[in-house]
Each structure stands twice: as C-alpha cells, then as structure tokens.
C-alpha cells in the first residue's frame, strides 16, 4: 500500500483578474517508510497539495489517497493518522511548551508519557524550556516543539510543510537528523522545502513550478540527467561578467549562483569562452567545469 496516492489533482483560487491554478493537474505517490520531498519556490503550490492530503481543503479535480484512505470520505480516519506541520508556527503562544504538548496528547486521546519514547530525542531538548511560552521561544526551538506535538499521538504519516524556513543552519542540520530516526521507526514523511540543498536528503523528490511537477525521481537521478557541461565563472567584475556571458552568441544558459554564474553552451569551446571574455575585459578570470546541483537541474528543466 503506497502513503500516499494522488491522481489529476487540479486547485483554483479566484482573484480579482483572472482564476489562480494554483495545482495543475498533479499526480505522485509516496511509498510508506521513505522520505519524500516535495521542492519547489514560494507559490508552487506546495501548500495547497499539503492541505488536500491533510483534509484541511477540497480540490477541485482529480483524487487522492492517505494511507489507503479517501481524503474526501475517510478525513477522520486520515486525521488520526497522520501529523501535520503548517508553515506558519500554529500553536498555542501563551502556553508553555509543556501546556502545548499535554494539549495535543489529551485532543488524541492519549498522554506525553504513552509516547515518550517518539518524541525523546527532540523533547529532551525543549525540557530545560518546558514552562517557558511558546511564542518566546527561539525559530529553532518553535519548529522542535510543532514537530513533537505532530508526532505525540503516534501518528503513521508525517506533512511538514517548509519545516526549516527562517531556521538557522545548526538547527536545519539537526531538524534533518531528527526525520532520518524518525524513518528509522517507520514513520513515513513527506516534507516540502524551497531550499535546494536539502533535496539530497530525502529519498525521491518531485519538483515543482506553477503548480507542475517537473520531475520526479531520486536526487541523484535527477543531478545525472542534467546532460550538459556546467561552468562556473568568476571574474573581477560579476555584474559585467553576467551581461556579457549572456549576450555571447554560443550561451545556451547563464544564471547567477552565489559568488559565480553557472554557464552552458551551445559548443563546448571554452578558450573561446575565455578568449571573448578577455577581450571584453574582465581579468581575475577563472572558468572550470563543476558537478551540476538540484537547483541546476531544476533550472534547466524551468527552462525547457
């Protein structure tokens, strides 16, 4: 039995002007015990998927399944199930971080002490904190606190939604950890994240745009089926150096990365490359062939 099941799903949103799709016509599965992620920009429809799987919003077309569960008949079943974690920190910010969890425990019809033993490892952290409000805790700390009350009464499946936007990258690292133990119980996890680095952690990814898949496989298919030569290029002018890569007449791609700009061409000449761009002239020119990432090939798939 797969996680989770969606097939032709199709998502509206009216505005003033015209109709948002927000999801265009999005079909994927997941299987049960495997990390899945769901990468994609802010507006991809990333949260409107989520909320549909998780109950919280109708679609328009097209159906999906949770845990062999219709999300439109069975949502109560689903709701027992599964734990969710929205985007927005949605707890209770005049509670304590014990308050919190002894809340969402007793909604479950369960206790803290049940399931300790799931939520260990993160609640250790909070204990030193456990009278402390939840809206005066650190972005980190909020995030451990949503993840332990998703997790209290025990549930099968996990949504985390962008679980480590505006997060520090110690606690990104250490949030990440924490899912890979969780997997190791047998909780299965689908997380959505607009940051590209943490493609490689999850097991298959789908990227999105617009609402579309782009593609969906394991990072390191995905990374092997860029098919072009990547450069990074680098002088002493970068704003010049950008303008003027991509108005050679053999750039095929230029996009700006970090203290780069990542290039490909139509032919691969690089002492032509090199040669135009000396007699434009850039100096401290470096140019070298690099492995192409995630957020390379979510480009060029954007692209095409």
Known sequence: MKAVELQNIVKTYPSKKSIIEAVNDVSFSVDEGEIFGLIGPDGSGKTSIFRILTTLLLADK????????????????????????????SLYQDLTVEENLEFFATIFNTTIEENYNLVADIYKQLEPFKNRRAGKLSGGMKQKLALSCALIHKPRLLFLDEP???????????????????????????????YMDEAKLCDRIALIQNGKILKIDIPENIIAGYGKT???????????????????????????????????????????????????????????????????????LMKN
């Open 164 to 194: 480590t936007t505006g997060v520090d990258p110690v606690s990104r690292k250490e949030f990440w950890e924490m899912l890979k133990r969780l997997k190791a119980q047998g909780i299965s996890i689908v997380v959505s994240t607009p």
């Open 230 to 300: 990547l450069y990074a290029v680098h002088s002493g002018s970068m704003f010049t150096l950008l303008t003027d890569l991509r108005s050679y007449p053999q750039t095929e791609s230029c996009f700006a990365f970090g203290s780069n700009h990542h290039l490909t061409l139509k032919e691969e000449d690089q002492e032509k490359l090199r040669q135009y761009l000396i007699s434009a002239g850039h100096n401290e020119l470096k140019i070298e062939i690099i492995e192409p990432g995630i957020e390379d090939c979510f480009m060029q």
């Open 62 to 89: 097209g159906s999906a399944k949770v845990l062999g569960y219709d999300v439109v008949k069975d949502w109560k079943a689903i709701r027992q199930l599964v734990g969710y974690m929205p985007g927005k920190f």
